[in-house]
């Protein structure tokens, strides 16, 4: 049987998850129906000119694609969360395919945050780590450039504060 004070030290361990903020589902949605659509016009009129009225329906199938992306894109943003730790950060992915990198403070080499112009227009940034060992680098896409840059100075500084200990 636990104690009181067993059962409390447990919740102080469990990381506290962040996930990814909305904007970045917003973009990665808009994009998927702005190239699908223009593939639907594009394949439309093409088949409409070479093949005829009739073919010109197969267009049709990017906007299933569509829907099924939209729902994909929707449960892969919920996958995305990181938690910050006392020694490190966890970061956790995927749906099918579940992956989670545990990036120790002292290893982090180089703390990045990169931001491309879909993402500046979106107002995204995303958050690179880089460790001595490739397979360990990570990322966190889509968010804000204030937290990505918390996010960055916060790691940064605890990864000084670790190394230096070595």
């Known amino acids: ?28 949605r808009l994009l998927l129906v702005v190239w699908l659509g223009l593939l639907t016009v594009v394949l439309g009129a093409l088949l409409n000119l070479f093949a005829g009225p009739a073919w010109a329906a197969f267009a049709l199938l ?11 894109l ?24 579940h992956h989670e990198t545990i990036v120790p403070y002292g290893r982090m080499q180089l703390v990045e945050v990169t931001s491309g112009p879909v993402e500046r227009h979106f107002g995204l940034a995303s958050v690179q780590l880089h460790t001595a060992a490739a397979a360990t680098d ?5 968010l804000v450039p204030a937290e990505a840059e918390r996010l960055r100075d916060r790691l940064t500084e605890l990864g000084e504060a670790r190394s230096a200990g070595l």
């Open 138 to 142: 990570a990322t966190i896409p889509g």
């Open 62 to 72: 990017p906007l299933a694609l569509i829907v099924w992306g939209w729902v994909l």
């Open 1 to 28: 049987m636990e104690t009181g004070t067993a059962a409390h030290d447990d919740a102080a361990r469990e990381p506290v998850w962040t996930g990814l903020p909305p904007g970045l589902l917003k973009m990665r």
């Open 74 to 97: 929707g449960r892969n943003w919920r996958s995305w969360r990181y938690a910050e730790r006392a020694d490190d950060l966890l970061i956790s992915r995927g749906v099918l395919w």
